[in-house]
């Protein structure tokens, strides 16, 4: 029982930073808490012969992290495909100079941690990796997004939580403004749950800058999405059709990255095989 409360503690911990973060839903991260809770000592399936190089709990957010990367990757990559016009057009617009020099410089060193043979080649790698994704991958999403993610919508079918994407005007009126600008009662709130959050835990890598970044975000203006008065005042001003933000789907990487971990354990031990 002592293991399922420290796996609940510490996905609680990285599921709230998430959160407040922005980049995670509640139902996301309500889901890593429980899974966090459920497999705080667990130890594989013997015949599957995992390896569990770390501790169980740091392997899962490990694969979570990765997997939800890597079918990030394939979702966006279908939706580009969908909306192949439109993206071509954003990548144009979105690709500068110097993301491409980056782009070459990792993939020369990438050949060159394939070439030379030393104690640090997967370091070479990893960092040629890195050069050249960092730049791709913004380029990428960044063309999804403005390609795949905002989509028109009947009024009929919005929902409480939907982002819109821009704001929503009558002649020279704003009905719904897409971001809330918050006033000083609420900022000075938020501050004080974040702070009262980080208060509770004594050792945390990076404290401080974690509890700044989530401060500063607090203090910045941000879309909360559609309330249900939101959605009646669109209906009583007779707006249509409006235009919102989806999402990347986050739980089937939360799914993939929890089967490869019992099948296999420890994603970076069976990528090391290859080095």
Known sequence: MIYGLIGLGIFFIIANIMYYAKQWGGGDAKLLIGMGAMFGNYEGIKYLNPVFDLPFILILIINILVAGAIWGIVYSTYLAIMNNKEFVKNIKENTHKNFIYLIIIGIIIIILSL????EFRFLIFILGITLSLLPSTYIFFKSVEKSSMYKKVNIERLTEGDWIAEDIKKGNKIICSSIKNKNQYEINDNKKKIN?????IKYLPFKKYLLKFLITRAEKSINYGLTKDDI???KDNKIKVVIIKDGL??????LIGFIFTLVYGSLFAVFRVFF
């Open 196 to 200: 009262k959050f980080f208060n509770k």
């Open 232 to 234: 009646k005042r669109l």
């Open 115 to 118: 070439i030379i043979n030393n």
């Open 249 to 254: 789907p986050f739980v089937p990487g939360f």
